[in-house]
């Protein structure tokens, strides 16, 4: 009992300082969001108390619910396009292909270059004047598929994604990487003594073995998404006329640039309720199969 | 109690980490009040001011500020200026960021009017009443007023720009037979149908940034439309955005969107690169700044082939045509709460930074400037014909009497009428909305 008190007293004071910081650039902020989200302030002069008025408003714009949407396009982009592609492009490493190391190299690349970069050169691949897309597509003669990529309504969101893509597959590829060599070689020789090979054994034998890894892929995936803001402010900044917008941006802009801090911090509020409530629901759904 | 709120606005900037690569709220968190008490030359105190200013890209003024703060910093070996460069598109995003963390430079640059105001009502910026008899003598009441709130003076401005010059290329205009700019509005829309007939962009438009369409556009052509005191009645609530004469105008924006007069990347160009496709000759026309014309037509070998023009008087419009929308920028303006030395210093910096020299090197190299001094015999004749165009009548700028989350729901709306979303009427319905919700 008393050694473990002591123990006890080690760990408290090991995580002290971790605890003080996390504190300090986390929950306290968020109370502090909280607090200014009831107000009506410039950032400069006096606040006002206006209750949930920030709210209502929030509720019955527009703008916001299409960056919830385009938030949504941006979640399902991370889901359907980024986890299933880093999946398969860590199996193919992982088969032990020669020079898989240049190969993990080249496809973690994108995510640890800066988001800023990353913009810029999408913005540059989509140039609509010199942009690579609509080069090549005119050196394959596929003149009439050029488009406006970022500028058109259509494509705009379509094209963010694409990069968003590109960006971040790389990180879920190392991730499964990692756990698809901690899969014992006896797991796969069984499974292939029982005749499943190929792809019986990833859809019957891998994907069971990674599921926790595929779990925390996922709810990482989403947390992300909820967090974009960089990549879609340098390409488009948003637009055309609030097309591309996300909730972060909607937040900047009510905030920064048209110097609503208390509606800016309710945003911001809200966009934490938003990523827990999903976050929930994924951990919730993952558990039920579990049982 | 001070501390406290210092407190709480610093952990605000905390919470928004994420942005603070572009809000750069991390730059220069030292801007404290107190100087280096470094051992100078002779024994004096070395004072240090910091400064931030917009001056980063490569134009012709640009070169000219901080020649002069070189040039200071030269002939007062004891002040130090340290300066922050943040680029122009970021610039009031940081200064308004600092603002609110209580933390600004010593040595401000300002924007007039509906971005001043914020600063003076949260007492971030300095009266300098007793420095104003330095300009008494070369700066007029019009160019003072935007930076005057309550009967005070807060800032002197270094440069006058106007917003709304259209630059044409003469050969295109001549190709479809126009030898003089249009006067009026029918003909230049005649002018954007023949132009697009003869497979030539009419105007070149970078709108990523979004200030293009509602400064250097509506500016003036709601000012053809209504007349020059429209923008501060509606202010005043004495008229509405919803007022047909305005929804007129902004009815030209959704008019050239649809004869296909701007080129078809408007929205993803930004205002630089909306330059270099008019400079390199893609497009016929392009409406900008007075600035632009130093990069277009003063530093250009090429420049004689590009012209300079207001927008044309429109039927039935309240506006006189011959008047062109302009703003004085650049107000140099003090942090209040300096003590006494870094205070001293930082007058002494903008009594010699603001005179008379500056606004002569200024118009030497083709900018406007909003001082009454001699223009210079060897003055660029561009210059010359700059200010011919834009000295009969002075208007409004939008966003200079507008506050800026309603600037922002109208840069929004117009950008939609070139998506081919919205009405006029909306733009307009949701402007007024937006002020309206304002008190």
Same mark, same amino acid.
């Given at each position: 009992?008393?050694?473990?008190?002591?123990?006890?007293?080690?760990?408290?004071?090991?995580?002290?300082? &971790?605890? *003080?910081?996390? #504190?300090?650039?986390?929950?306290?902020?968020?109370?502090?969001?909280?607090? @200014?989200? *009831?107000?009506?302030?410039?950032?400069?002069?006096?606040?006002?108390?206006?209750?949930?008025?920030? @709210?209502?408003?929030?509720?019955?714009?527009d703008t916001f619910w299409l960056s919830v949407q385009n938030n949504v396009v941006i979640m399902l982009?991370?889901? *359907?396009?980024?986890?299933?592609?880093?999946?398969?492009?860590?199996?193919?490493?992982?088969?032990?292909?020669?020079?898989?190391?240049?190969?993990?190299?080249?496809?973690?690349?994108?995510?640890?270059?800066?988001?800023?970069?990353?913009?810029?050169?999408?913005?540059?691949?989509?140039?609509?004047? @010199?942009?690579?897309?609509?080069?090549?597509?005119?050196?394959?003669?596929?003149?009439?598929?050029?488009?406006?990529?970022?500028?058109?309504?259509?494509?705009?969101m #379509?094209?963010?994604?694409?990069? @968003?893509?590109?960006?971040?597959?790389?990180?879920?590829?190392?991730?499964?990487?990692?756990?698809?060599?901690?899969?014992?070689?006896?797991?796969?020789? &069984?499974?292939?003594?029982?005749?499943?090979?190929?792809?019986?054994?990833?859809?019957?034998?891998?994907?069971?073995?990674?599921?926790?890894?595929?779990?925390?892929?996922?709810?990482?995936?989403?947390?992300?998404?909820?967090?974009?803001?960089?990549?879609?402010? *340098?390409?488009?900044?948003?637009?055309?006329?609030h097309q591309t917008e996300v909730m972060?941006?909607y937040?900047?802009?009510?905030?920064?640039?048209?110097?609503?801090?208390?509606?800016?911090?309710?945003?911001?509020?809200?966009?934490? #309720?938003?990523? #827990?409530?999903?976050?929930?629901?994924?951990?919730?759904?993952?558990?039920?199969?579990?049982? | 109690?001070?501390?406290?709120?210092?407190?709480?606005?610093?952990?605000?900037?905390?919470?928004?980490?994420?942005?603070?690569?572009?809000?750069?709220?991390?730059?220069? !968190?030292?801007?404290?009040?107190?100087?280096?008490?470094?051992?100078?030359?002779?024994?004096?105190? +070395?004072?240090?001011?910091?400064?931030?200013?917009? $001056?980063?890209?490569?134009?012709?003024?640009?070169?000219?500020?901080?020649?002069?703060?070189?040039?200071?910093?030269?002939?007062?070996?004891?002040?130090?200026?340290?300066?922050?460069?943040?680029?122009?598109?970021?610039?009031?995003?940081?200064?308004?960021?600092?603002?609110?963390?209580?933390?600004?430079?010593?040595?401000?640059?300002?924007?007039?009017?509906?971005?001043?105001?914020?600063?003076?009502? !949260?007492?971030?910026?300095?009266?300098?009443?007793?420095?104003?008899?330095? $300009?008494?003598?070369?700066?007029?009441?019009?160019?003072?007023?935007?930076?005057?709130?309550?009967?005070?003076?807060?800032?002197?401005? +270094?440069?006058?720009?106007?917003?709304?010059?259209?630059?044409?290329?003469?050969?295109?205009?001549?190709?479809?037979?126009?030898?003089?700019?249009?006067?009026?509005?029918?003909?230049?829309?005649?002018?954007?149908?023949?132009?697009?007939?003869?497979?030539?962009?009419?105007?070149?438009?970078?709108?990523?940034?979004?200030?293009?369409?509602?400064?250097?556009?509506?500016?003036?052509?709601?000012?053809?439309?209504?007349?020059?005191?429209?923008?501060?009645?509606?202010?005043?609530?004495?008229?509405?955005?919803?007022?047909?004469?305005?929804?007129?105008?902004?009815?030209?924006?959704?008019?050239?969107?649809?004869?296909?007069?701007?080129?078809?990347?408007?929205?993803?160009?930004?205002?630089?690169?909306?330059?270099?496709?008019?400079?390199?000759?893609?497009?016929?026309?392009?409406?900008?700044?007075?600035?632009?014309?130093?990069?277009?037509?003063?530093?250009?070998?090429?420049?004689?082939?590009?012209?300079?023009?207001?927008?044309?008087?429109?039927?039935?419009?309240?506006?006189?045509? %011959?008047?062109?929308?302009?703003?004085?920028?650049?107000?140099?303006?003090?942090?209040?709460?300096?003590?006494?030395? +870094?205070?001293?210093?930082?007058?002494?910096?903008?009594?010699?930074?603001?005179?008379?020299?500056?606004?002569?090197?200024?118009?030497?190299?083709?900018?406007? %400037?909003?001082?009454?001094?001699?223009?210079?015999?060897?003055?660029?004749?561009?210059?010359?014909?700059?200010?011919?165009?834009?000295?009969?009548?002075?208007?409004?700028?939008?966003?200079?009497?507008?506050?800026?989350?309603?600037?922002?729901?109208?840069?929004?709306?117009?950008?939609?009428?070139?998506?081919?979303?919205?009405?006029?009427?909306?733009?307009?319905?949701?402007?007024?909305?937006?002020?309206?919700?304002?008190?």
């Amino acid at each position: 009992m008393h050694t473990l008190k002591q123990n006890k007293l080690a760990i408290f004071i090991g995580l002290f300082p &971790a605890l *003080v910081i996390y #504190l300090g650039i986390a929950i306290i902020p968020i109370g502090i969001s909280l607090y @200014y989200s *009831v107000m009506d302030w410039n950032g400069i002069g006096k606040m006002t108390f206006i209750g949930l008025d920030n @709210y209502s408003r929030i509720l019955t714009d527009d703008t916001f619910w299409l960056s919830v949407q385009n938030n949504v396009v941006i979640m399902l982009t991370g889901l *359907v396009g980024q986890l299933p592609l880093g999946l398969i492009m860590a199996m193919l490493l992982n088969k032990g292909l020669k020079g898989s190391g240049f190969f993990r190299t080249v496809g973690f690349m994108p995510v640890v270059i800066s988001s800023v970069m990353v913009s810029l050169i999408w913005g540059m691949i989509y140039n609509t004047e @010199y942009g690579m897309l609509n080069s090549m597509l005119a050196f394959f003669g596929l003149e009439s598929w050029q488009q406006n990529w970022l500028g058109d309504m259509k494509w705009s969101m #379509l094209s963010i994604s694409v990069a @968003y893509i590109w960006q971040n597959c790389g990180l879920y590829m190392v991730i499964f990487l990692a756990a698809l060599q901690n899969i014992p070689d006896e797991v796969n020789e &069984a499974a292939e003594l029982d005749g499943a090979t190929g792809f019986r054994r990833t859809l019957h034998i891998t994907i069971p073995m990674l599921r926790s890894t595929i779990m925390v892929a996922v709810v990482y995936s989403i947390s992300n998404s909820f967090r974009v803001f960089d990549l879609i402010q *340098v390409l488009t900044g948003g637009g055309p006329a609030h097309q591309t917008e996300v909730m972060t941006l909607y937040m900047y802009n009510s905030a920064f640039m048209n110097l609503r801090y208390g509606y800016g911090s309710a945003v911001s509020i809200l966009i934490l #309720l938003f990523s #827990l409530i999903v976050i929930t629901i994924v951990n919730r759904l993952g558990r039920e199969k579990d049982a | 109690m001070v501390t406290m709120k210092q407190t709480k606005k610093a952990a605000l900037l905390g919470l928004t980490g994420a942005l603070a690569l572009f809000t750069a709220a991390c730059g220069n !968190g030292n801007t404290g009040n107190a100087g280096n008490t470094g051992a100078g030359g002779n024994g004096e105190e +070395t004072i240090t001011l910091n400064m931030m200013h917009p $001056w980063t890209s490569p134009n012709v003024d640009n070169e000219v500020y901080k020649a002069r703060i070189a040039k200071f910093e030269a002939e007062h070996p004891n002040i130090v200026i340290k300066q922050d460069g943040v680029p122009s598109a970021q610039y009031k995003t940081k200064l308004r960021t600092l603002a609110a963390a209580n933390n600004l430079a010593d040595i401000n640059v300002v924007w007039p009017g509906a971005d001043l105001e914020p600063l003076v009502e !949260g007492s971030l910026v300095e009266p300098i009443d007793g420095l104003m008899d330095n $300009w008494k003598s070369i700066l007029p009441e019009s160019a003072l007023a935007g930076f005057n709130i309550g009967g005070k003076q807060y800032a002197v401005p +270094t440069k006058q720009t106007f917003v709304d010059i259209i630059y044409y290329n003469k050969d295109m205009f001549a190709q479809v037979g126009y030898t003089e700019f249009p006067d009026t509005y029918d003909k230049l829309i005649d002018a954007v149908t023949k132009l697009k007939a003869a497979g030539i962009t009419p105007i070149s438009l970078g709108n990523k940034e979004q200030w293009p369409l509602q400064s250097s556009y509506l500016s003036i052509i709601g000012d053809r439309f209504t007349g020059s005191d429209f923008l501060t009645k509606v202010i005043n609530k004495e008229a509405k955005f919803t007022d047909p004469d305005f929804v007129k105008a902004i009815a030209v924006i959704d008019e050239l969107t649809k004869l296909g007069a701007f080129n078809t990347d408007a929205n993803n160009m930004d205002s630089v690169q909306g330059q270099d496709y008019f400079i390199q000759g893609k497009a016929a026309m392009h409406i900008s700044s007075s600035t632009v014309d130093a990069r277009i037509r003063i530093n250009n070998d090429e420049g004689d082939k590009f012209g300079i023009a207001l927008f044309p008087s429109v039927e039935g419009g309240k506006g006189d045509p %011959v008047k062109s929308a302009g703003v004085v920028q650049y107000g140099i303006a003090i942090k209040s709460g300096l003590n006494e030395k +870094t205070k001293a210093a930082a007058e002494e910096f903008m009594k010699y930074f603001v005179n008379e020299d500056l606004y002569k090197e200024l118009i030497r190299n083709g900018v406007v %400037v909003p001082a009454t001094v001699e223009i210079p015999e060897d003055a660029s004749p561009y210059l010359k014909e700059m200010l011919e165009l834009t000295g009969k009548g002075t208007a409004p700028v939008f966003d200079s009497i507008i506050p800026t989350q309603v600037v922002d729901v109208v840069q929004n709306g117009i950008q939609a009428l070139t998506v081919g979303r919205g009405t006029p009427e909306k733009v307009a319905a949701d402007a007024q909305e937006a002020i309206d919700q304002m008190n």
